[in-house]
Nanobody, 119 residues
Framework: QVQLVESGGGLVQAGGSLRLSCAAS????????MGWYRQAPGKLRELVTR???????NYADSVKGRFTISRDNAKNTVYLQMNSLKPEDTAVYYC?????????????WGQGTQVTVSS
């Protein structure tokens, strides 16, 4: 079973920065893609950004130009650099990974880390 552990969340003032990390461990054959989702109170969980093993990325329109995703394939770790943070970025951020398989890929989720941006 694969475990994802996030770190780096916290409280920051508007305009500030945070860097989130997510490390995968366990029975890993390969990781096809990793990404970050977030969920604010009263709202659905939404995709923030995603990166494939080949380095292809995508971003939600709301974070383009402010957030950057990167990964270290050798360490099975993904990072999220968040700059110019806004109060509307406040949410629980969840790490996600698509794990390769001999047959069918599986999806793993982290426990989530709180990001709070004060005005």
């Amino acid at each position: 079973q694969v475990q994802l552990v996030e770190s780096g969340g916290g409280l920051v003032q508007a305009g500030g920065s945070l860097r989130l990390s997510c490390a995968a461990s366990g029975s890993i054959i390969s990781i096809n893609a990793m990404g970050w989702y977030r969920q604010a109170p009263g709202k659905l969980r939404e995709l923030v950004t995603r990166i494939t093993s080949g380095g292809r990325t995508n971003y939600a329109d709301s974070v383009k130009g402010r957030f950057t995703i990167s990964r270290d394939n050798a360490k099975n770790t993904v990072y999220l650099q968040m700059n110019s943070l806004k109060p509307e970025d406040t949410a629980v951020y969840y790490c996600n990974a698509e794990i390769g398989s001999y047959s069918v890929p599986s999806i793993s989720w982290g426990q989530g880390t709180q990001v709070t941006v004060s005005s």
